[in-house]
């Protein structure tokens, strides 16, 4: 079973903008009374958290994307976003999302989905 599915990403030119999506499981935890977060990892690099949205929708974002993303979500939906506007290279990685603080835990091993990759390229 997946409990969350990342889609939208792609190959996108350098002053671009994508919308990533992030489906939680209905089934599996409490989508309206957590925090969520995105994650990215780059190759060769740690997972790093970009955006965070509490249950409240009070936001927060690294410093190196404040001003082009915003995170933002649908309870209604069970689904949580990224929009990403002005793209640089340095964006290209797989992005994810998780529950947070901690993440999700299923059969008592950390859960990830499978990400969905953004590549910023010309």
């Known amino acids: 079973q997946e409990h969350l599915v990342e889609t939208g990403g792609g190959l996108v030119q350098p002053g671009g903008s994508l919308t990533l999506s992030c489906a939680a499981s209905?089934?599996?935890?409490?989508?309206?009374?957590?925090?969520m977060g995105w994650y990215r990892q780059a190759p060769g690099k740690q997972r790093e958290l970009v955006a965070a949205?509490?249950?409240?929708?009070?936001?927060k974002y690294a410093d190196s994307v404040k001003g082009r993303f915003t995170i933002s979500r649908d309870n209604a939906k069970n689904t949580v976003y990224l929009q990403i506007n002005s793209l640089k290279p340095d964006d290209t990685a797989v992005y994810y999302c998780?529950?947070?603080?901690?993440?999700?835990?299923?059969?008592?091993?950390?859960?990830w989905g499978q990400g969905t990759q953004v590549t910023v390229s010309s």
């Open positions: 949205i509490t249950s409240g929708s009070d936001t």
């Open positions: 998780n529950t947070r603080p901690f993440g999700l835990k299923i059969n008592g091993r950390d859960y």
């Open positions: 209905k089934n599996t935890f409490s989508f309206s009374m957590s925090d």
